[in-house]
């Protein structure tokens, strides 16, 4: 945001310096602010546009822990964080568990968009109670504790203002 001041002053002083007299007004300061307006709400809508993706891939990523099925065109997850999500389902299912959400505090630690706007960063948080389930529907052990950190990367859809989930990397 800082960037975008400095460049849109030097803009403004330029535009005036060049203009050859000395009479003559701009409005460049207006206009500047006009941009760092439409600028800033951009960057906000981008941002809220990556936390609605980071939370319906979330729900996403929960609902197949239960049924061990990815939808065919999951709206919130692409690339090889689609392709990490279908490989884990297909081993569960291989081996018959299937694993019950029992709690969870999941949140949003940090957005970051990178300054072309097509991509983002995000670190999330989610510590979790979950249990396994076999074939027969009957637990296999105890619940188990997780606290699972992981930075995710984003992918912005052409021009509009949607993001998906590209790539997860979990936090040690």
């Keep these: 945001m800082l960037r975008l001041s400095v460049v849109g002053a030097a803009v403004a002083l330029a535009g005036s310096a060049c203009s050859g007299s000395s009479s003559h007004k701009t409005n460049s300061p207006t206009t500047t602010a006009h941009t760092q307006s439409n600028t800033s709400n951009t960057e906000a809508t981008l941002t809220a546009a990556a936390r609605a993706a980071i939370q319906e891939d979330h729900r996403t990523s929960v609902r197949v822990l239960w049924t061990n099925s990815v939808p065919a065109h999951p709206r919130a997850t692409a690339g090889p964080a689609l392709a990490v999500l279908r490989r884990s389902v297909a ?6 568990i299937r694993v019950r959400l029992l709690s969870e505090r999941f949140r949003v630690i940090s957005i970051h968009l990178d300054p072309s706007y097509e991509r983002a960063t995000a670190v999330v948080y989610d510590p979790q109670r979950v249990r396994p389930y076999g074939r027969n529907g009957r637990p296999l052990g105890h619940a188990v504790a997780l606290n699972e950190r992981a930075r995710l990367e ?4 052409g021009s509009g203002m949607r993001f998906v989930v590209w790539k997860v990397t979990p936090i040690k």
């Design 91 to 96: 081993a569960r299912a291989r081996r018959g």
């Design 154 to 157: 984003l992918r912005r859809l």
